[in-house]
């Protein structure tokens, strides 16, 4: 008897511990379901009429656009504001109690969203305001360089094609003037921002823009310090080749070059010194037409979205690019000011490459979730198309060049994308260790800390005797904060995918120049793979599970590096 008693004592505690499991696992899942349902229903109509908002004052630059658009934001933003939905999440997490996959996930995605707004109202209104006003100031702002109002693509192309160091001078600080309209804004708002953060119990915004997004800023720093490692003395080589082509061009001492002698506002885009001017292959094409044929022919339909975009330049319509996903339910739309060039091909292919990503999202999943699962992932998906541009196998396939120019520009237009995949490393490094000192300490010397960082990763030298706040002349340093080092996550992401595709779909060792055209398996592979989960996994368990392997810059060194 005791033998027996002694074998069903265990069981029968188990019995009653697993039954009560079972039924507090039962009893949260249902109070989760209960609050998901209910969330969705105030959520999902309101977010479309603020992203709608948020769109009509992007294209037409109106006080009262910007204004409507300010108070549906407020109004989405107060939702997760909500202390007793907030506490209620909180319990359902700390119980452990969830196990349903979905549920899980939904519960992580909430939870994050409602934890970054228990704040108080008076301050996210405030922040939402001053966000809204100095978006405002960039739309609206053009630089007036001798008498006249250029907008950036006019300073970019005098800054690309104007031999006259004189004339690149004026063009470039005409375009620094939106720095003292907006700094005193920006800093008041990364102050308030941090003491957003501090509320929360977060070291300071940046860190908690991080920690919130499933990223660890000590791991991110790491990974920063890698990458400068990696491509410092690459990119010196680089910064030499473009130092002396430039002076020639200019017919300078390479000692006289100064920041606005190296054709882009930022040096975040490669100066054109290669012998191929990619320029010319789209100069009068439509490049509207060029972006739908080569999408159709990997099986990701865009003209729906075309035909909800906003795609050429308008008085007072924001100058720059983005893709908006309206509703979580396929009305995805993209704003750009297109012309026939290089840089306006790239950057079309780039925005519907995120444009794709939330098109093909699974629309069975929940709202929360249909998302891309990361912030870089998408990027990296925006990044791998929009690098086509400069490929030279896919503009034959585009029917561009032939199989002769094809020959002749191939090495150069490698190099051309190494160059810019290098340089636009380097000018991500300026803009992650600016934003992270920024936000330790926003009331040190900051013009200070830009150029000592534009100095040491560019390696371009500042203009003596200026102290301007030439960084906040960036827009998203304001209007987008602490997202930048996503874009060189997603380049080497964007390796990484590449490398996949190229070895196991198309099944080639050539990884240089493969456009997947005409190739509808590379598609569908992206849209299984890396579409249609959303939000479903944490971001390095889809890259997993599309690639093999988690994240590593392995690829992107293989391809631009060694």
Not at 423 to 451: G, H, I
Not at 483 to 503: R, V
Request: charged residues 25%; negative net charge; glycine residues 4%.
């Amino acid at each position: 008897m005791k033998k027996y008693i002694n074998f069903l004592l265990p069981l029968s505690i188990a019995i009653v511990m697993a039954t009560g499991c079972s039924n507090k696992t039962e009893k949260m899942e249902q109070e989760l379901k209960k609050f998901i349902s209910e969330w969705e229903a105030k959520v999902e109509p309101l977010q479309k009429e603020a992203a709608l908002a948020y769109w009509n004052a992007s294209i037409s630059g109106k006080d009262e656009d910007y204004s409507k658009s300010e108070k549906l934001q407020f109004q989405v933003s107060s939702i997760f504001t909500n202390k007793e939905d907030f506490e209620l999440l909180k319990k359902i997490k700390d119980s452990g109690a969830v196990t349903d996959t979905l549920l899980k996930r939904q519960l992580e995605v909430l939870y994050t969203g409602y934890l970054s707004n228990q704040i108080d109202t008076v301050l996210l209104a405030k922040r939402i305001k001053m966000e809204v006003e100095v978006e405002k100031k960039y739309s609206n702002f053009r630089a007036e360089v001798n008498g006249n109002k250029l907008s950036d693509n006019e300073v970019e192309e005098v800054l690309k094609n104007s031999v006259n160091s004189d004339e690149l001078r004026a063009a470039w600080e005409g375009h620094k003037k939106i720095g003292p309209v907006v700094a005193s804004d920006v800093i008041e708002l990364v102050k308030l921002r941090n003491e957003i953060a501090s509320s929360l119990g977060f070291k300071n915004f940046h860190a908690m823009s991080l920690e919130l997004s499933e990223q660890n800023p000590d791991e991110i720093s790491k990974l920063f310090d890698e990458l400068d490692l990696l491509t410092r003395d690459a990119f010196a080589g680089l910064k030499g080749e473009i130092d002396t082509y430039l002076a020639n061009r200019l017919k300078i001492s390479k000692e006289e070059l100064m920041p606005w002698h190296y054709q882009n506002r930022f040096f975040q885009e490669a100066p054109a010194i290669y012998s191929v001017d990619l320029d010319k292959y789209y100069s009068g094409q439509n490049i509207e037409k060029l972006t739908a044929d080569y999408y159709t022919s990997i099986g990701l339909e865009i003209n729906d979205m075309l035909a909800a975009s906003d795609l050429y330049e308008k008085p007072g319509k924001n100058q720059h690019a983005y893709c908006i996903d309206i509703d979580n339910a396929g009305d995805v739309r993209i704003l750009c000011n297109i012309k026939p060039n290089y840089n306006w091909m790239n950057t079309m292919m780039h925005e519907f490459g995120h444009g794709v990503y939330d098109k093909y999202i699974d629309r069975d999943l929940p709202f929360s979730l249909r998302n891309p699962a990361h912030t870089f992932t998408t990027e990296s998906i925006a990044m791998i198309f929009g690098r086509m541009a400069s490929n030279p196998q896919w503009m034959m396939d585009l029917g561009l060049i032939d199989e002769a120019e094809k020959a002749k520009i191939a090495e150069d237009t490698y190099r051309v994308l190494r160059l810019e995949q290098l340089t636009f490393s380097r000018w991500a490094q300026v803009m992650y260790r600016f934003e992270k000192a920024m936000y330790e300490n926003p009331d040190q010397d900051l013009n200070a800390v830009w150029w000592d960082l534009v100095e040491r990763y560019q390696m371009i030298r500042r203009p003596e005797g200026r102290n301007e706040p030439d960084w906040a002349t960036k827009i998203h340093v304001a209007t987008f904060p602490c997202y930048y080092h996503n874009y060189l996550l997603g380049e080497l992401l964007a390796s990484q995918l590449n490398h996949y595709i190229t070895a196991n779909i198309v099944k080639s060792d050539d990884f240089r120049y493969q456009s997947f055209y005409g190739n509808k398996e590379a598609g569908q592979y992206l849209t299984n793979k890396v579409f249609k989960p959303g939000a479903r996994m944490y971001w390095n368990d889809m890259i997993e599970n599309a690639t093999g392997e988690k994240l590593t810059a392995r690829y992107y060194a293989d391809q631009f590096v060694n």
